[in-house]
């Protein structure tokens, strides 16, 4: 496979170029990189995302509500190699990625995990910190609404 590889980058530099064939493999690693580093965030940084500290973690509340269900159209799907399924992957990592859509569908128990949707991922930008008290992520203009409250109550 190695010398498949080869070959082909040095046919594909003697066609078009070194520094063509350059410009198309970094800016496909650019995007598959970047695509790579969404899913891992969106699949554990989402509103209503299960954290526990060590003596209160519950292994099958962390898989199925600390990663979400990245309910993907079916081309992205498809290309993301249906890690949407990402709370049954935490689940049982060695569920074939061929079977976690079909496993999804077959156990009433994974129908409940609430899916995180292409549009309502875009929500995670703004979720930065845990917020302790009220056991949720949150951003960061609520630390304006703490510091309001905590200066209320200094005062008062």
């Not at 979720?127 to 209320?152: I, P, S, Y």
């Amino acid at each position: 496979m190695n010398l498949a590889i080869l070959g082909m980058a040095t046919v594909m530099t003697a066609l078009f170029g070194l520094k063509a064939y350059l410009v198309i493999q970094l800016t496909v690693l650019l995007i598959a990189g970047s695509a790579g580093v969404w899913l891992f965030y969106v699949q554990h940084q989402f509103e209503g995302v299960y954290w526990e500290r060590r003596d209160d973690w519950d292994y099958t509340a962390a898989a199925l509500q600390g990663s979400s269900f990245y309910k993907l159209p079916r081309v992205l799907q498809w290309f993301s190699g249906n890690i949407g399924f990402h709370h049954i992957h935490h689940l049982s990592p060695r569920i074939p990625n061929y079977h976690l859509e079909k496993c999804h569908n077959a156990n009433p128990l994974f129908q409940r995990v609430k899916p995180v949707t292409l549009f309502s991922s875009f929500k995670s930008f703004t979720l930065r910190l845990w917020d302790e008290q009220q056991r949720e992520l949150v951003g960061f203009r609520h630390l304006r609404t703490f510091r309001k409250q905590a200066g209320r109550a200094a005062r008062g």
